[in-house]
């Protein structure tokens, strides 16, 4: 369920913090992050990850001690997720997802030996897009827009 990001000091999830922990053991979860398994799933064709999924985690207090374990506070919580909080408290059935990457499938069923040779865009080494030329640089009024300043920093 988590792994540590040695980089950054702190906890984080492998697929994504609304993945429910095969556990609902709240103080093991805070406890031993490291040991916490999650209900999450790969779907593999011939060696190659060609989609993903997890069940979802439907309990409050244990969706709440995922967050405090990736360093999230209490208030925040409930704050930055009050959807969650106000929709689960009228109940919600388990549920679960996937995803399937169809470029990847292509790319196994097509026998290609990039993904590059079937997604539409591809990017380049160092993952910029030729075709649409991006990133680009955002333009002054898209700053504005957003209420965002550029300071470059001044390089010792």
């Given at each position: 369920?988590f792994?540590?990001?040695?980089?950054?000091q702190?906890?984080?999830?492998?697929?994504h913090?609304f993945?429910?922990?095969?556990?609902?053991?709240i103080?093991k979860?805070?406890?031993e992050?490291?040991n916490?398994?999650a209900y999450?799933?790969?779907f593999?064709?011939n060696?190659?990850?060609?989609?993903?999924?997890?069940i979802?985690t439907?309990?409050l207090k244990?969706?709440?001690?995922?967050?405090?374990v990736?360093?999230?506070k209490?208030k925040?919580?409930?704050?930055q997720?009050s959807?969650?909080?106000?929709?689960f408290?009228?109940?919600?059935?388990?549920?679960?997802?996937?995803?399937?990457?169809?470029d990847?499938?292509?790319?196994?069923?097509?026998?290609?030996?990039s993904?590059?040779?079937?997604?539409?865009?591809?990017?380049?080494?160092?993952?910029?897009?030729?075709?649409m030329?991006?990133?680009?640089k955002?333009s002054?009024?898209?700053l504005?827009?957003?209420?965002l300043k550029?300071?470059k920093?001044?390089?010792k």
């Amino acid at each position: 369920m988590f792994e540590w990001r040695k980089s950054e000091q702190r906890w984080d999830t492998v697929h994504h913090p609304f993945t429910s922990p095969q556990t609902n053991d709240i103080k093991k979860i805070k406890k031993e992050p490291e040991n916490i398994l999650a209900y999450q799933y790969d779907f593999i064709l011939n060696g190659v990850e060609i989609g993903g999924g997890s069940i979802r985690t439907t309990d409050l207090k244990v969706l709440s001690a995922v967050f405090e374990v990736l360093g999230h506070k209490k208030k925040e919580i409930k704050k930055q997720f009050s959807n969650y909080f106000e929709s689960f408290s009228y109940g919600v059935p388990p549920h679960g997802g996937i995803a399937p990457g169809i470029d990847r499938l292509l790319m196994v069923l097509l026998r290609e030996p990039s993904l590059r040779e079937v997604i539409a865009f591809p990017k380049t080494g160092d993952n910029r897009g030729l075709m649409m030329d991006v990133p680009s640089k955002a333009s002054k009024e898209q700053l504005n827009e957003l209420h965002l300043k550029i300071i470059k920093s001044k390089k010792k």
